[in-house]
T-cell receptor
Framework: DTEVTQTPKHLVMGMTNKKSLKCEQH?????MYWYKQKAKKPPELMFV???????INESVPSRFSPECPNSSLLNLHLHALQPEDSALYLC???????????????FGPGTRLTVT | KQEVTQIPAALSVPEGENLVLNCSFT??????LQWFRQDPGKGLTSLLL?????REQTSGRLNASLDKSSGRSTLYIAASQPGDSATYLC?????????????FGTGTRLQVTL
């Protein structure tokens, strides 16, 4: 099973709301990633977790807060977002740890976020 | 800093045609190169992964090649079908540290017509 699941599929939130995105994988992967993708652009890396510890934060604003409660689950907590944060948020996982390794990244279907 | 370019940006071909998508990268120090497919508004589907030590990978009608020395990879699609219509992204993975992230190309939008 090479599936990464993400919920919800769509999310509309106001600028004062607090919401969370959820990502889950049951492949035993130890690296998990959050990406942001704007229309007609490639995905941009936001965060990387390796063995449930945050290893990379690509200078993401603090209104995005990641959390990795266990090796199968990755959350992205959202608070006080701006309309320009509207995008497709993709989660991915891979077998290897962040440093080195050669495994493929498997992506989830994404959450389409609209900030009003 | 790694830069990945994909040419062409868009391509339209009739069904049944064989086609080649190109991917160029500036830093040859990569672990691997991965090709993805993305349907509109959807996530990425991994198609092929080529390790830096490999020259070629095949899966069904897809064949990907890698020439590290020249900084190029190609994705060959044989006997194209309307269902192949999607955006194709290549991504190069660096060797270590923060360079070990995937650097994506801007994609080639493919349309296969009946």
């Amino acid at each position: 099973d090479t599936e990464v699941t993400q919920t919800p599929k769509h999310l509309v939130m106001g600028m004062t709301n607090k919401k969370s995105l959820k990502c889950e994988q049951h492949m035993g992967h130890r690296a998990m990633y959050w990406y942001k993708q704007k229309a007609k652009k490639p995905p941009e890396l936001m965060f990387v977790y390796s063995y449930e510890k945050l290893s990379i934060n690509e200078s993401v604003p603090s209104r995005f807060s990641p959390e990795c409660p266990n090796s199968s689950l990755l959350n992205l907590h959202l608070h006080a977002l701006q309309p320009e944060d509207s995008a497709l948020y993709l989660c991915a996982s891979s077998q290897d740890t962040w440093q080195g390794g050669r495994a493929e990244q498997y992506f989830g279907p994404g959450t389409r976020l609209t900030v009003t | 800093k790694q830069e990945v370019t994909q040419i062409p940006a868009a391509l339209s071909v009739p069904e049944g045609e064989n086609l080649v998508l190109n991917c160029s990268f500036t830093d040859s120090a990569i672990y691997n190169l991965q090709w993805f497919r993305q349907d509109p508004g959807k996530g990425l589907t991994s198609l092929l992964l080529i390790q830096s030590s490999q020259r070629e990978q095949t899966s069904g009608r897809l064949n990907a090649s890698l020439d590290k020395s020249s900084g190029r990879s190609t994705l060959y699609i044989a006997a194209s079908q309307p269902g192949d219509s999607a955006t194709y992204l290549c991504a190069a993975r660096g060797l270590s540290g923060t360079a070990s992230k995937l650097t994506f190309g801007t994609g080639t939008r493919l349309q296969v017509t009946l």
